[in-house]
């Protein structure tokens, strides 16, 4: 299961950090990242990382987050600065099997609020 934490209500221009812990699976056959959806908008990715440590990210939100994993820990972050009001939404945690066969986790989400 995937059980994310972090959430929460900020102002305009200011930091949030956003945590997934994973259990119950073998977390470095997966890749972890973030979608997020929003009132109204489809479910977008955020950002996501290979178990070998590669990122991507979605274009509104290059060079503002940064996502990481742990290895160790089974954790991911999302460091998410210079939030704006079209950040708000959403955030889920997902994982995906990158071996045969493909399988999801996904977690509960946790609401980001961005005030202006």
């Known amino acids: 299961q995937l059980v994310e934490s972090g959430g929460g209500l900020v102002q305009v221009g200011g930091s949030l950090r956003l945590s997934c812990a994973a259990s119950?699976?073998?977390?470095?056959?997966?890749?972890i990242g973030w979608f997020r959806q929003a009132p109204g908008k489809e479910r977008e990715l955020v950002a996501k990382?290979?178990?070998?440590?590669?990122?991507d990210y979605g274009e509104s939100v290059e060079g503002r987050f940064t996502i990481s994993r742990d290895n160790r820990r089974n954790t991911v972050s999302l460091q998410m600065n210079s939030l704006k009001p079209e950040d708000t939404g959403v955030y889920y945690c997902?994982?995906?099997?990158?071996?045969?066969?493909?399988?999801?986790?996904w977690g509960q989400g946790t609401q980001v609020t961005v005030s202006s």
């Open positions: 997902y994982a995906r099997r990158v071996v045969t066969p493909t399988f999801f986790y």
């Open positions: 119950g699976f073998d977390f470095d056959d997966y890749a």
């Open positions: 990382v290979t178990s070998g440590g590669t990122t």
